[in-house]
């Protein structure tokens, strides 16, 4: 087993909101790049399910997240009860960065967390527990 | 609870580790282009044991030597596992197989409903039930220990992010919303303008949207049964919706969707009194 973080490429597919272009040249390059990932068709509608991979993956350590807004990405779980940890997540944002830097930065094993700061601390509060 | 949280859904695996040679990379970028486009969840594996899929079965396609699928290497119950070489199929052929594979396993076929709904950025909330004395559609309620939630997803009407403006805490987010901070971007000091969003939208309407639009209705109600001008009546109803779309950005479909005025008014005062009674109910919480 590797320490690399977990990668997971969200192709939001039923919304026009992150650039094709971007979406399909990250694709292609985790594809391309031989790593271990998942990519899931739409987060979004995993939450709405309650999928349980989002489980497994919050409760999976290091992650990198390929999809939008890291404030809307911690939420779609935290929603779905399954908070992500602020101390091992890592969101990169395909509506507004660069394609290359979001596939660079996914596949070079380093964790820079940057979910939205909990607004008290780190503590999760009781709904953001898994049921 | 909605049924989509107990739908069974197909998850596909490219397994290509131990016992597998992997595929070639031109092959796998388009079969997974394809899977994702179709609304399936994805994984590549490499090395390792894989975990499985806990709601659904799970195809999981591979060169798989000598033709020999690894059985082991899945933590899935025999059941709910299928095995697909590829070897010999073409992008098309794998999305054909998953296809089977769903209608054999009676999964959910995907993008039947578009996920839209509210996102609440708990940081930012403060329970003051006002999403769910707003929506007519039951998509809000509230957890056992009485926190406001988005419960029935598939209740909420694609492309509408109207509660997000009667949020005080700018604490809706709709991800897929073309703009910020609805659409999970940073709330600004100049998005605290959220008060002015929805003093505009009372400015517009005098204090409450569905007041404004049963009134106006029933005005063209009134006027279609004394004239009997159908056509004017629904002119009439047009501009107010019109207004209201423009304004609150809420998609015209939307307001014309909306049930008669009576139901509006039913629907508004059932939403009302359930955001009430959750307040009272977090009140005594308080207090206990
Ligand atoms: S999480 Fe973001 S990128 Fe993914 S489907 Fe939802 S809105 Fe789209
Ligand atoms: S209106 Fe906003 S602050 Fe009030 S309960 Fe709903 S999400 Fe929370």
Redesign the interface.
């Known amino acids: 087993?590797s320490d690399s973080p977990r990668i997971l490429y969200c192709?939001?597919?039923?919304?026009q909101?992150v650039p094709e272009e971007t979406k399909?040249s990250v694709?292609?390059k985790l594809?391309?790049s031989?790593?271990?990932?998942?990519?899931?068709?739409?987060l979004?509608?995993?939450?709405?399910?309650?999928?349980?991979?989002l489980r497994?993956i919050a409760e999976g350590g290091n992650v990198k997240i390929a999809a939008?807004?890291?404030?809307?990405?911690?939420?779609?779980f935290?929603?779905a009860g399954c908070a992500l940890k602020q101390s091992s997540t890592q969101v990169l944002n395909m509506?507004t960065e660069e394609t290359e830097e979001i596939a660079a930065t996914l596949l070079d094993g380093e964790l820079v967390p940057n979910l939205?700061a909990?607004?008290d601390g780190s503590k999760p509060?009781?709904?953001?527990l898994p049921n | 609870m909605?049924a989509?949280?107990e739908?069974p859904?197909l998850?596909i695996l490219f397994y290509e580790g131990e016992g597998s040679t992997?595929l070639e990379?031109a092959k796998?970028?388009d079969a997974?282009?394809a899977l994702?486009?179709?609304?399936?969840?994805?994984?590549?594996?490499?090395s390792?044991k894989v975990?499985g899929?806990?709601?659904g079965p799970l195809l999981v396609l591979g060169r798989f030597d000598s033709g020999n699928p690894p059985v082991d290497n899945v933590d899935q119950d025999q059941a709910s596992l299928r095995f697909q070489d590829v070897s010999e199929l073409g992008p098309s052929e794998i999305l054909a197989k998953a296809e089977s594979t769903r209608d054999e396993t009676g999964s959910v076929k995907?993008?039947e409903?578009?996920?839209?709904?509210p996102?609440?950025?708990?940081?930012?909330c403060t329970n003051c039930m006002q999403c769910l004395s707003f929506c007519l559609f039951n998509v809000y309620g509230v957890?056992e220990?009485n926190?406001i939630?988005?419960q029935n997803?598939?209740n909420c009407k694609t492309n509408c992010p109207a509660c997000s403006r009667v949020c005080p805490e700018a604490a809706i987010?709709f991800?897929?919303?073309?703009s910020?901070p609805i659409?999970?971007?940073?709330v600004t000091a100049a998005d605290m303008g959220q008060e002015k969003m929805k003093v505009d939208i009372s400015a517009l309407l005098g204090g409450d949207v569905y007041a404004a639009l049963r009134s106006r209705t029933t005005q063209a109600q009134e006027r279609f049964s004394k004239e009997r001008d159908e056509k004017q009546a629904l002119n009439e109803r047009q501009k107010c919706l019109t207004k209201l779309a423009q304004n609150a950005d809420i998609p015209k479909e939307v307001l014309l969707s909306l049930p008669s005025p009576d139901e509006i008014l039913r629907k508004a005062e059932e939403a009302k009194a359930r955001g009430a009674a959750a307040l009272a109910r977090q009140n005594q919480m308080k207090n206990a």
């Not at chain 2, 996102?119 to 930012?124: E, F």
């Not at chain 2, 659409?183 to 940073?186: E, K, L, Q, R």
Request: hydrophobic share 30%; net charge neutral.
């Open positions: 087993m192709h939001c597919n039923y919304a909101v399909h694709l292609k594809s391309d031989g790593a271990a990932f998942d990519a899931v068709a739409d979004c509608e995993m939450a709405a399910r309650k999928d349980p991979m497994q939008c807004y890291p404030r809307a990405v911690k939420w779609i935290g929603g509506r939205p909990d607004k509060a009781p709904h953001e | 909605s989509l949280t739908q859904t998850r992997p990379p796998r970028y997974m282009t994702l486009e179709n609304g399936y969840a994805v994984t590549r594996t490499g390792g975990a899929h806990e709601r995907p993008g409903w578009k996920p839209w709904f996102v609440i950025d708990y940081d930012r957890d220990e926190r939630q988005a997803h598939d987010m991800p897929k919303y073309k910020g659409n999970g971007d940073v």
